[in-house]
């Protein structure tokens, strides 16, 4: 390799700070011992207050948005230089997780085997909201702390759709020119550069009981009814045009001997197009009763817009892939992916957005949850160098 080809690292000062996989375990692993289910807004607020602290810490200035409805509160870092109307780069993170209280003492204990560390929501999303901290502290070691203004905004209830966060979020995009969004890595280190949209939707059946003995023909089943449009929404999937509806929860009646009067059924929807989520809400929410006797309601709409890939990000993913080359890390992007993130919010805004810029790993949402020690070091490289070169 020549010394033209050599990563950025190689050619540093001797004396120069250098990145450190260890110290940013530490940081990561500080955070994952906070457990912190969405639906705990007191929990997550303890994760916040340390975000509030470490930010505070290295001279940014810090706003604390309190939570509502039973959520933590969102916390919005502002590097020193942020002034309003001048071009910045928006980092996203969440706070939360979908483990409940004692996964980390129980079923997925916070340790380390080899190159792999385990915990709950050490890959969803704690290891990736760390690192542009670290790697900020870190462009602050080096002196280089003056590139585009930074605005990183840490939400407290994204597993779940971010429903007091999404006026924030969008808000908060709207004032950059690019979205960086910590989401972890995918398929051995790959960022995201297009998501599905997600819908959910939940039918509601009304029917008539009746004793299922002595009077069944006088009962009208919720359970029969709601029966055939369980078949006929999951027929909706279309896996050559990306679009997959799961009804995925299902409950009907009071007793086995009673015609059920009530059903209901929750149903997800993903889809790759804008036009694909208005066609499908569209037949979702248009039931037909077959029994004239029973009533069904159906509600819910799109929850996250299609993120989809547009030449703007693709041209943020070719500069991504230049800077993080600095760094010795080369960066590939995903087809893409099926999960929705709050980077589908502010990609449907039209802001250049670049997602799973987190650690690697694997396991999201499981009992297995890890990261990849080794994936520490370059993907801090990799913030470093985004946070200093983006133009």
Known sequence: MTDAAQP??????????????????EGILDWVEVETPTYHGDAVNKLADK????????????????????????????????????????VLSHMDTVHPFGTKDETNPIRREGDRVFGPGIYDMKAGAYLPYYA???????GRAHGMQVSFL??????????????IIE?????AKYVLVTEPARDGGKVVAARKGVGRFELTITGRPAHAGAKHEDGRSAARELAHHILEIEGYTDYARGITTNVGLVSAGTGVNVVPRDARAEIDLRVVTAADGEEMTARILNRVARDPD????????????????????D???????????????????????????????????????????GADGEGAHTLHEQIY???????????????????
């Open 315 to 357: 041209a943020l993913l070719e500069q991504a892939r230049a800077l993080a080359a600095r760094s010795g890390l080369d960066l590939q992007a995903t087809a893409l992916t099926g999960g929705g993130s709050d980077g589908n919010f502010t990609a449907a805004l039209g802001i250049p957005t670049l997602d799973g810029l």
């Open 8 to 25: 950025r690292d190689s050619l540093a000062r001797e004396n120069e700070p250098r990145i450190d996989a260890e110290e940013i375990l």
């Open 171 to 175: 808000r908060e995009a709207l004032k």
């Open 294 to 313: 029973v009533t069904v309601t159906a509600t819910g709409g799109m929850n996250r817009p299609p993120y989809e890939r547009s030449p703007a990000i």
């Open 51 to 90: 975000v509030q602290a470490v930010w505070s810490e290295v001279g940014c200035t810090v706003e604390r948005i309190p939570g509502r409805d039973g959520f933590g509160d969102h916390v919005l870092v502002r590097s020193p230089d942020w002034k309003e109307g001048e071009p910045s780069i928006l």
């Open 154 to 167: 840490y939400v407290s209830e994204e597993e779940v759709g971010s429903p007091t966060s999404r006026e």
């Open 136 to 142: 900020w502290r870190h462009l602050k070691r080096l």
């Open 373 to 391: 020690l080794s994936s520490l070091a370059p993907r801090a490289g990799m913030w470093v160098e985004l946070l200093a070169g983006l133009k």
